[in-house]
């Protein structure tokens, strides 16, 4: 009944991406030096309306090159979500940068942000704003309660690309923004990143410490530690013909989750299914999250498990920062209790969305699902 397993994602590649990475053999351009690499700063820059794009090697590394062109220093907070990946509160810890965590939403799964107040103290310095699955955080919020604070903002456009906030596009807001491009991304590069500013010295500090800080004088000499955050020409070559698509992938990932949405109301006893906009946004649907209602009385592993025995692929949910082991043994968090956060990372998941997944795939996944909630109930 169900031939081929579907997966949770599968990239679209079916562009210029192979006559691109051609011309990258052929030219013997595949170093970070290539022509792709500056085209695809800028026409990710021009995408998002921002005036410096800075390639790297993925959004983990444009997240720890944000935090440390900003100078943030060890014993300085910094407010993020909980409900993220561990890329935002690394780059923070191993400063020793302390990260203040809040709760998400229940509906949209972006950061609460109606007390943010309550939990700035005179050492709070900066402000994570993580667009989540498609649906971008309030950032008229965080930037109003950042001017009133002095903070500065590092936008988590990771998963947001083509997505906009009150007709501004995600990656454009706050003092820097940062995007990914793994292959699960509206725009892939394999592996890669960027950063974005509008600051012209921001923007050479983010480039000279992506290049190891190497001297303007004499290259080897240094008078600051950078890193080798290199994103390759190969790399920027998939990611230009990828980005030349981009609104064909954002109307078709809507395609997707109109599809979903429509075919799973009928089950919204048992799931809860993403919301279609905000009073700011809509949804982007850059992926498919639900989350299982007590109704089911299982939690999302086990649901994994019986979609992957009918041959479809699906992910767990983030598991929230302030339970994370590696933070929690080190003694951090004590007595933070985030409810939503918590809830959901037991109970969410997100099923298959990728830009190459076909109508009859959906097909399949819908009824997968429908079996397994019958199955349950
Ligand atoms: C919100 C968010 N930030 C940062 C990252 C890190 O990006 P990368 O996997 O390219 O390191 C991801 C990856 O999915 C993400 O979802």
Redo the contacts with the bound molecule.
């Keep these: 009944m169900y031939s081929d397993f579907i997966p949770v994602n599968e990239p679209l590649l079916d562009g210029n991406e192979r006559a691109y990475l051609n011309e990258c053999v052929s030219s013997g351009w595949i170093s970070s030096e290539g022509p792709f690499v500056q085209r695809l700063e800028t026409g990710m820059a021009h995408y998002v309306g921002r005036k410096h794009g800075i390639a790297v090697s993925?959004?983990?590394?444009?997240?720890d090159l944000a935090v440390e062109a900003l100078g943030l220093q060890a014993g300085d907070e910094v407010i993020i979500p909980t409900f993220?990946?561990i890329?935002?509160a690394a780059p923070l810890v191993r400063r020793g940068i302390i990260p203040i965590c809040v709760d998400c939403d229940p509906h949209t799964y972006t950061m609460e942000t109606h007390d943010l107040d309550s939990f700035i103290t005179p050492r709070t310095k900066a402000i994570m704003a993580?667009?989540?699955y498609g649906m971008p955080v309030n950032m008229d919020k965080i930037a109003k309660m950042a001017e009133r604070h002095n903070l500065r903002v590092i936008e988590?456009a990771?998963?947001a690309h083509g997505l906009s906030y009150k007709s501004q596009p995600c990656g454009s807001f706050g003092d820097i923004s940062?995007f990914?491009?793994?292959p699960?991304?509206h725009v892939t590069t394999g592996?890669?990143?960027m950063v974005l500013v509008d600051n012209p010295e921001l923007a050479e500090r983010c480039r000279s410490l992506r290049n190891l800080c190497f001297g303007e004088k004499q290259r080897f000499v240094h008078h600051e530690l950078g890193f080798n955050y290199r994103m390759s020409n190969v790399q920027a070559a998939l990611g230009v013909a990828q980005l030349e698509r981009l609104d064909q992938f954002i109307a078709r990932k809507h395609e997707i989750g109109a599809y979903y949405s429509w075919n799973l109301a009928k089950h919204e006893e048992h799931i809860q299914l993403p919301i279609a906009h905000t009073e700011y946004a809509k949804n982007g649907y850059w992926v498919f999250p639900i989350v299982l209602k007590d109704a089911l009385g299982v939690n999302a592993s086990q649901f994994m498990k019986r979609l992957k025995e009918k041959g479809i692929g699906s992910r767990p949910f983030f598991f929230p920062m302030h339970q994370q082991p590696v933070f929690v043994s080190a003694g951090m968090f004590k007595d933070v209790s985030l409810p939503h956060a918590e809830h959901i990372a037991e109970r969410g998941l997100y099923i298959p969305s990728g830009l190459a997944l076909t109508i009859e795939q959906q097909e399949s996944v819908v009824r997968a699902l429908e079996e397994t909630i019958a199955e349950l109930f």
């Design positions: 993925s959004g983990s590394t444009a997240l993220t990946i890329s935002c993580v667009h989540i988590d990771a998963q940062i990914s491009f793994y699960n991304k592996e890669g990143g």
